[in-house]
């Protein structure tokens, strides 16, 4: 099948959470099974020189924001056996971020249609168009109503994913014609209005052919009032066509046996494992210790990853508990103070690393023994997985892909990956934790925890066969 993937951000050009991920692994899961599949996402300024010198300039055309003519050049490379093209516009894109400025309706609207206005440029007609979270989600609405006369696009199908239901894409009222050239039969409560406002994820949900997110829990979450952002009674409305689908990780790109981040690699090697903990402990000014149980975090410092309940036990845990903590990450400024202040007064036990550093993540993936993910809400999460491809038993909550991909260690039977709880609730956290050291000192279980950690299959191969089936099916090729 021909398949042409188009979103805002994709690794290893540019990114600034899990859909770049999917977007770097996806489109390679899909090509080995024999597919031919493209990519389209903007060129921007961030995107690193050695990439940028790899591209070549294919042409360009005008693409239509409304009643405004915008220019178009499409530049191209070819990366890992994706052929990739670059949408750009300097005026949109040419920015020291990717995000948060106050013209992101105008500039997704821009690509949105730019995304089909160079099919023709490209000479590629895909049977379906596959489109990601809200800044591509008008495009199955812009093909519906824009190209539904033209023969190229004839048949052409589209699905449309949701990776974060909490980011919509809202914008005032005034966006569908000025921006979007869209008439006012759309602005209905069946269409893309959102409380006196055009919403462009709603426009995905509602104008594509099929609608997957990516879990299979967080897909029954989002029907409900809690997780569904207002958008619930939609989802309800179309879950005869909506689908969840576990995200996967590049098993290649993250592999402890072959990761050069690493001080010794190793692939289910505890002993190994152990020397990676003992080298980060030795990095991060922490006390030498090997057999002192290591836990990891490695997130955005935001509310939704449950840090209320991290900041509300972990004074408790360090007090009482022989424990070292590692935390790695960026995000509100008073998450990232408060974990400066408590490693200020527990420097032996607490090590606040307030920065991004890809390098270090995978060696703290690498040294921990315990990975903690208490999450309000995951849609997915890509972190447990690297996790326990590494080998770091995870803790998590119960919900959405954590839910999918993290099995309670029962004591009795051997199984289980990890260890979980149930309500967002402080106390059940630390319970969790304290029962994850437990098994920690007691090496017959834990040994079984990691081999079972070792043994998963973290990758694409499954996803994208599920993705295959949908494609097959919306375009009538089963």
């Not at 994709?10 to 599949?37: N, R, S």
């Not at 996402?41 to 940028?52: A, C, E, L, Q, W």
């Not at 974990?339 to 690498?366: N, T, V």
């Not at 993705?467 to 090729?477: A, C, R």
């Amino acid at each position: 099948m021909k398949i042409c993937f188009a979103a805002a951000e994709g690794t290893p050009f540019v990114k600034t959470g899990g859909l770049a991920d999917v977007i770097g692994a996806l489109p390679k899961a899909l090509l080995k099974e024999g597919h031919d599949v493209r990519l389209i996402m903007p060129k921007y300024k961030t995107i690193p020189d050695s990439f940028k010198q790899d591209m070549v300039h294919l042409g360009t055309t005008s693409v239509y924001v409304g009643w405004r003519e915008k220019y178009c050049g499409v530049e191209t490379l070819t990366y890992e056996g994706i052929k990739v093209y670059f949408v750009d516009n300097e005026d949109y894109f040419a920015r020291d971020g990717i995000y948060g400025y106050g013209d992101d309706g105008e500039r997704f609207a821009y690509f949105s249609r730019a995304v089909l206005d160079v099919l023709p440029l490209i000479d590629f007609q895909p049977d379906v168009i596959h489109v990601h979270d809200w800044h591509t989600g008008p495009v199955p609405l812009l093909l519906r109503h824009h190209y539904g006369h033209n023969p190229f696009y004839a048949g052409i199908k589209t699905v449309f994913t949701v990776h974060n239901l909490l980011y919509q894409g809202i914008f005032p009222y005034e966006v569908l014609g000025d921006l979007l050239g869209l008439p006012n039969n759309y602005f209905t409560p069946e269409g893309v209005e959102y409380y006196g406002n055009v919403n462009y994820m709603k426009a995905g949900l509602v104008f594509a052919d099929h609608v997957t997110t990516v879990s299979p829990t967080y897909a029954r979450e989002i029907q409900t009032s809690f997780y569904g952002y207002g958008l619930d009674g939609l989802l309800r409305s179309i879950s005869g066509r909506l689908s969840g689908i576990v995200n996967g990780i590049d098993t290649k790109l993250y592999n402890p046996a072959t990761d050069k981040a690493l001080p010794v690699t190793y692939r289910s090697n505890l002993a190994k494992k152990r020397e990676n903990k003992m080298k980060l402990q030795e990095e991060l000014g922490l006390p030498v210790a090997a057999d002192t149980p290591l836990l990891a975090m490695v997130t955005r410092l935001v509310e939704p990853k449950g840090l209320d309940l991290v900041l509300r036990i972990l004074d408790e845990l360090l007090y009482f508990d022989e424990v070292q903590v590692v935390v790695l990450g960026t995000g509100d400024p008073a998450y990232e103070q408060w974990f400066r202040e408590a490693a200020y007064r527990q420097p032996q036990k607490l090590s606040a690393q307030i920065l991004f550093d890809d390098s270090l993540s995978r060696r703290i993936y690498a040294g921990a023994d315990m990975f903690l993910m208490p999450s309000k809400f995951e849609p997915c999460g890509i972190s447990q997985l690297l996790a326990l491809r590494y080998g770091s038993i995870p803790i998590v909550r119960e919900t959405g892909g954590l839910n999918d991909t993290v099995k309670a260690y029962n004591e009795f039977t051997g199984e289980g990956n990890g260890f979980t709880f149930t309500h967002y609730n402080a106390h059940d956290l630390l319970y969790t934790i304290r029962r994850a050291i437990h098994f920690y000192r007691l090496p017959e279980h834990w040994k079984k925890i990691v081999k079972n950690a070792f043994a998963g299959d973290y990758s694409w191969s499954v996803s994208a066969g599920e993705y295959e089936e949908i494609y097959k099916q919306i375009s009538g090729q089963e």
